[in-house]
């Protein structure tokens, strides 16, 4: 069993910046993927973005340009890097992880953390 505990959340203002980490209780190189998901007030969660082992991404469309998502193997911890950030990112963002273990598909999601974008 992997725990994911998610940090850097807060309060920030229309244009500022924050900076999400996810830190895995064990080794993250297992997981093909990892990933960043938010779900706002009244919402379905949804995929912000995610990378792969080999450090292919993906990204939300209306996040494109202003996220960066990263992983760091050797401290087991992943980052979503967000700026420009406007009030429709406020939500809670889940870090999730995805793995195959003899042959059977594990998915791990953090407690989550607030970002709110307000002035």
């Known amino acids: 069993q992997v725990q994911l505990v998610e940090s850097g959340g807060g309060l920030v203002q229309p244009g500022g910046s924050l900076r999400l980490s996810c830190a895995a209780s064990?080794?993250?190189?297992?997981?093909?993927?990892m990933g960043w998901y938010r779900q706002a007030p009244g919402k379905q969660r949804e995929l912000v973005a995610d990378?792969?082992?080999?450090?292919?991404?993906k990204y939300a469309d209306p996040v494109k340009g202003r996220f960066t998502i990263s992983r760091d193997n050797a401290k087991n911890t992943v980052y979503l890097q967000m700026i420009s950030l406007k009030p429709e990112d406020t939500a809670v963002y889940y870090c999730?992880?995805?793995?195959?273990?003899?042959?059977?598909?594990?998915?791990?999601w953090g407690q989550g953390t607030q970002v709110t974008v307000s002035s």
């Open positions: 999730n992880a995805k793995r195959v273990r003899f042959f059977n598909p594990e998915d791990y």
């Open positions: 064990g080794s993250i190189s297992s997981f093909f993927s």
């Open positions: 990378i792969t082992s080999g450090g292919s991404t």
